[in-house]
């Protein structure tokens, strides 16, 4: 069976590079399902999780926007951030949540909302995909 190889990269680094089968992710236009011999493509990433799919079972890393390469045999994935579950400090993205929602509930001048809205969405992604 035919696979793809699969590259999450970000400015820090390379977070892992293995074949699967399919791969879901969110982009900015909508879902995506990447098949092996899919047609070239790069899309904007959303914050969202990344699934990785090989036979039954399924990886999934949290990621921060960035970028998607497609070609028929690879995917490359260009991310602000990317983390894996066992990487999580899930106390640490309850806390970010937290303090994201309660900055959102300020009515406060001095708040700037689109920020707080992105660290609460970053913070509820890298809590999804510690479940």
Do not use: W
């Not at 696979?3 to 892992?16: E, N, Q, R, Y």
């Amino acid at each position: 069976m035919k696979t793809l190889t699969v590259s999450v990269v970000t400015p820090d680094g390379p977070v892992m590079e293995d074949s699967f089968d399919m791969v879901s992710c969110k982009a900015e236009y909508g879902e995506l399902g990447i098949l092996p011999g899919h047609i070239p493509l790069v899309a904007p990433l959303t914050i969202s999780a990344v699934r990785l799919k090989r036979g039954n079972d399924v990886e999934r890393i949290a990621v921060s926007g960035g970028f998607l390469e497609v070609r028929p045999d690879k995917v490359t994935i260009l991310a602000q951030s990317a983390e894996k579950p066992s990487e999580i400090d899930v106390d640490r993205a309850q806390e970010s949540k937290t303090r994201a929602e309660s900055r959102l509930q300020t009515k406060q001048d001095n708040i700037d909302f689109q920020r707080a809205e992105l660290a609460l969405k970053r913070a509820m992604n890298r809590l999804d995909i510690t479940r």
